[in-house]
Nanobody
Framework: QVQLVESGGGLVQAGGSLRVSCAAS????????MGWFRQTPGKEREFVAA????????YYADSVKGRVTISRDNARNTVYLRMNSLQSEDTAVYYC??????????????????WGQGTQVTVST
């Protein structure tokens, strides 16, 4: 089992930047593929980004590519999502996720094994 706790969400102006973090505990973090998803009311949770266990491979949704960077610090058991040039469409609850599968699998639609509780990101215009 992996416990995931997100932090760093909040209110940001359009065009601004924000970094959200996810602290993991439980299962060995360094052998867990990590990802970020987001969800808005009435919509399905959607993939945002994923990172392989070593951090070598990263994958992004087309909607955020070039504006978002996922990274991880295995020494701190933490994964980050840095978001730049935020737009109103980025407003959502952002969920940290973990899986024993590959990062590309998360992008391909495979459901994660573990979820955090979510952190709200609101972009004001």
């Amino acid at each position: 089992q992996v416990q995931l706790v997100e932090s760093g969400g909040g209110l940001v102006q359009a065009g601004g930047s924000l970094r959200v973090s996810c602290a993991a505990s439980g299962r060995t973090f360094s052998s867990t593929t990590m990802g970020w998803f987001r969800q808005t009311p009435g919509k399905e949770r959607e993939f945002v980004a994923a990172i392989s266990v070593s951090g070598t491979f990263t994958y992004y949704a087309d909607s955020v590519k070039g504006r978002v960077t996922i990274s991880r610090d295995n020494a701190r058991n933490t994964v980050y999502l840095r978001m730049n040039s935020l737009q109103s469409e980025d407003t959502a609850v952002y969920y940290c996720a973990g899986t024993v599968k590959r990062a590309i699998d998360l992008k391909s639609g495979v459901k994660p094994d573990y979820w955090g509780q979510g952190t709200q990101v609101t972009v004001s215009t």
